[in-house]
């Protein structure tokens, strides 16, 4: 199972190809393959997933319900997927339209989310991260609410 934290900026090639940093390496799992699967994300980021962690995803995809919404859904998710394959430099090379949809050029911010990663323009990210300005304190307690609500806890 792979698992990714911290955050790293660095340069995009024209090619649109850049360098997995060695921390976010280290928790990628054998059984990824060295491959990643990158399609839409949230918020204005492409979200970025091992082979390993996209075979689960893909099995609760299956489970979305096939009505309109749902149909919706897996067109955004599945529909612009491409898979890449880290390369003996230890580079990805995301198509250029893909990069281009959430204005990355010439540098690429990459956010590890525990299951996968976040590749976000560097600008947009800091827009993104001011306009949510709420203490963090308020963030956890809204978290833990609905952890608790599941029977699951953040801090253990």
Request: hydrophobic content about 35%; proline content about 6%; glycine content about 8%.
């Amino acid at each position: 199972m792979s698992q990714f934290v911290g955050s790293h900026t660095f340069s995009v090639s024209d090619k649109g190809r850049f360098n997995i940093p060695a921390p976010l390496r280290q928790g990628l799992a054998a059984s990824a393959e060295n491959a990643f699967i990158v399609s839409r994300g949230p918020e204005g980021c492409l979200d970025v997933y091992p082979l390993d962690e996209w075979n689960r995803r893909i099995r609760v995809l299956r489970n979305v319900p096939n009505k309109r919404q749902g149909r919706y859904y897996k067109r955004l998710i599945l529909g612009g997927a491409v898979q890449c394959k880290m390369d003996a430099h230890n580079r990805i090379l995301i198509p250029p339209d893909l990069l281009k949809s959430i204005g990355i050029k010439k540098q690429v911010l990459i956010v590890g989310q525990i299951d996968h990663l976040e590749l976000w323009n560097p600008g947009t990210h800091k827009a993104y991260m001011k306009k949510q300005d709420v203490p963090l304190e308020d963030v956890l307690e809204e978290i833990e609410d609905q952890l608790n609500s599941h029977g699951s806890a953040l801090r253990e």
